[in-house]
């Protein structure tokens, strides 16, 4: 199961607020449309993928979504690092070909959701695997996605 939320307040393991939850979680994201309804499969900005790191990128402040750079290397469980998703529909903005994604963290068996900075959290995977593996995982939770909007 996903576990998502923030660690409880002074030791307390109570559901509410922003506190750990042990029951199903839904986490949001805003996808590109494919022709069939579903999110579009790529390792671009808006896609149902991971963006892997372009070490000639000339842009020191370019973000990507893991350190990996080919398929072969790793992407690590705790390094904050994989796809972005969030807790909350709120201030969540799309424009034509995009539409808003549900899915139930309670069935991400291969991804822990990390939180990262209140709301977003991160996919990370539950165990050491190449990119490759990576976004072969993303992609089998297609069918999971739920397009809200």
Do not use: C
């Amino acid at each position: 199961m996903a576990r998502v939320g923030y660690p409880p307040a002074h030791g307390s393991d109570y559901n509410g607020g922003n506190r750990w939850s042990a029951s199903p979680v839904k986490l949001y994201r805003v996808m590109k449309v494919a022709a069939d309804g579903k999110p579009l499969v790529g390792t671009r900005r808006n896609m149902l993928g991971v963006r892997p790191t372009d070490p000639t990128s000339p842009d020191p402040k370019r973000k990507f979504d893991v350190a990996a750079v080919h398929g072969s290397e790793p992407v690590l469980p705790g390094a904050r690092q994989g796809l972005s998703a969030s807790a909350t529909t709120a201030g969540m903005r799309f424009t034509r070909g995009e539409a808003v994604f549900e899915i139930d963290g309670d069935g991400l068996t291969a991804f822990t959701a990390t939180p990262d900075r209140p709301p977003h959290h991160v996919l990370e995977p539950v165990r050491p695997m190449t990119l490759d593996e990576y976004q072969a995982a993303l992609v089998a939770t297609r069918d999971a996605w739920v397009r809200l909007a």
